[in-house]
């Protein structure tokens, strides 16, 4: 993604973002929206994700994420 001249994000939004703690764990779910040119290639996806974070040291760190392309 790095290469702008090929790559480029026309919009993003995140919606739907719940949040869940359970001490130092907490679980983030939501929607990303997104509008890109890759490579040359149109994509224009709905993707739901899920992270997992642990607080350490005082700072949240994730450390699991998952993520599908939603249903059309």
Do not use: E, P
């Given at each position: 993604?790095?290469?702008?001249?090929?790559?480029?994000?026309?919009?993003e939004?995140?919606?739907?973002?719940k949040?869940?703690?359970y001490?130092?764990?907490?679980?983030a779910?939501?929607?990303?929206t997104?509008?890109s040119?890759i490579?040359?290639?149109h994509y224009?996806?709905?993707?739901?994700s899920?992270?997992?974070?642990?607080?350490?040291?005082g700072?949240w760190?994730?450390i699991a994420?998952?993520?599908?392309?939603?249903?059309?």
């Open positions: 993604m790095k290469d702008t001249k090929n790559n480029k994000t026309t919009s939004s995140i919606s739907d973002l949040v869940r703690t001490g130092d764990v907490a679980i779910s939501y929607k990303s997104y509008d040119m490579k040359g290639q224009a996806r709905t993707v739901i899920t992270d997992t974070f642990l607080r350490k040291d700072a760190k994730l994420g998952h993520s599908s392309q939603a249903a059309k």
